[in-house]
Nanobody, 130 residues
């Protein structure tokens, strides 16, 4: 059973930074794509950043240049560095995984397409105050 556990959320002022972590367990094999998604109250869940087993990454336009996704395979941990935070970044952030070699730009669009990732974490709240 794959489990994803996020941490690192919090409340920060505009322009602040946070580093989210997601520890994964229960994987077999290496053909997974990982992603960070977020959902604000009253809005649809959206893909924020994705990374595949080769280290290819993709970002939604609103976070390019501010957020960075990375992974430490030795620690089974996925990260999301959030810099220059804005009030519109306020949301619950979820770590997710999908099996298979899926292009990272497609992973970002999975929820918008009405589909879902195979595994989700419980979420960690990010609040940016002006």
């Amino acid at each position: 059973q794959v489990q994803l556990v996020e941490s690192g959320g919090g409340s920060v002022p505009v322009g602040g930074s946070l580093r989210l972590s997601c520890i994964a367990s229960g994987y077999t094999g290496s053909d997974y794509c990982m992603g960070w998604f977020r959902q604000a109250p009253g809005k649809e869940r959206e893909g924020v950043a994705a990374i595949d087993s080769d280290g290819n990454t993709a970002y939604t336009d609103s976070v390019k240049g501010r957020f960075a996704i990375s992974q430490d395979n030795a620690k089974n941990t996925l990260y999301l560095q959030l810099n220059s935070l804005k009030p519109e970044d306020t949301a619950m952030y979820y770590c997710a995984a999908v099996r298979g070699e899926i292009p990272v730009r497609i992973v970002l669009q999975i929820t918008a397409a009405g589909l879902t990732m195979d595994y989700w974490g419980q979420g960690t709240q990010v609040t940016v105050s002006s």
